[in-house]
């Protein structure tokens, strides 16, 4: 098992230097840059996707050494003021230079500052890590406290009625995005067309710091309880079917059957023989299930309820081309998904004892 972990943190470095190198050089090939957003905000002449893409093949075909005509919409700076500012962002070097500076910045993590927000970019990851935090665990933990006595539950009573209406929810809750569910509670209950009972924006409320813990924590659960239910109701789905999958093929097999001509209970036979096996591939997914709540589901949820987290910065920080943010995000967004892949490995010896490992080379 040692050897197995050692190996499989040794290609961490490599996996995480190919993600960032190539998404480090298409994203210099992209349309548009910080500059040009920045002449865009001071001048007001932002543009859609398609028109700046339009322009940036006109600059394509512009000198490479023409510095003062690069920028289509500079009219209103000099040229040593853009010579001034491309050395203010590092735009001075070539590619490679800043990759390479990138790269040893990041060893290190040293993740610069932002280009528009005037903060370093750790900074500004530890304000946003609290709610993507906040949102994911609670949701991780809601969704297998309900997916697993649902499958369970399911499984026991195959076919019947149960199983058939249960069945239902479970397909429109999977089939029905996200943020839908979002949007359908804020208008039910957040003071959209019919009741007003729970906040519409923001993780805590003003005079926060000025509460009591029992009123600072009964406010915290006011304002996350419609962000985890809406992220909830989309992400049950799949871990209950797979729960529910699980303990039926177990239950379908011989020692089940030999258990049962014993005259063991069926309580203790599901929960004393079967849980541990079925619930092998559902435990061991934890790990992948957070990452997954946490850096990619959360996204809509934030921006539909107003959450200053990780997920809303990223975009923003794509959308407006700030570049620090955007690397310095998924530079850690990949990390953690690595180690939390491995994660997820070594859970499956801890549930069952008899997977090893120690055969991988």
Known sequence: MRYYVLKRLSLVIPTL??????????????????LETLIARKTGTEVSAEERAQ?????????????ENRYSDSDHFSPELMKELEKLYGFDKPIG????????????????????????VMELIKEKLPVSISLGVW?????????????????????SGFDVWSSFFIIMGSAIPVFLFAVVLIIFFAGGSY??????RGLVSEGFADMSLFEKIADYLWHIFLPVVSMLIGGFASLTMLTKNSFIDELAKQYVTAARAK?????????????????LIVISGFPAAFISMFFTGSLLVEVIFSLDGLGLMGFEAALGRDYPVMFSTLYIFTLMGLILGILSDITYTLVDPRISFKSVR
Do not use: C
Not at 18 to 27: A, E, H, M, P, Y
Not at 58 to 66: E, N, R, T
Not at 195 to 200: S, V
């Open 17 to 34: 230097l190919g993600i960032i190198t190539l998404n480090f050089f298409l994203v210099q090939l992209a349309p548009g840059g910080p």
């Open 55 to 67: 322009r940036q093949d006109q600059k394509a075909a512009q000198l490479p050494d023409d510095r």
């Open 139 to 159: 949701t991780t933990i809601l969704v297998y406290l309900v997916s697993i006595p649902l499958g369970i539950r399911k499984a026991v009573k195959n076919g």
């Open 195 to 200: 009741f007003a009972w729970f906040p519409l």
């Open 263 to 279: 005259g063991i209970t069926e309580r203790r036979v599901l929960y004393a023989h079967v849980f541990r096996n079925a619930m």
């Open 97 to 120: 230079i800043r990759y390479l500076l990138m790269i040893k910045n990041f060893a290190t993590f040293d993740f610069g500052e932002s280009f528009f927000r005037d903060r370093s």
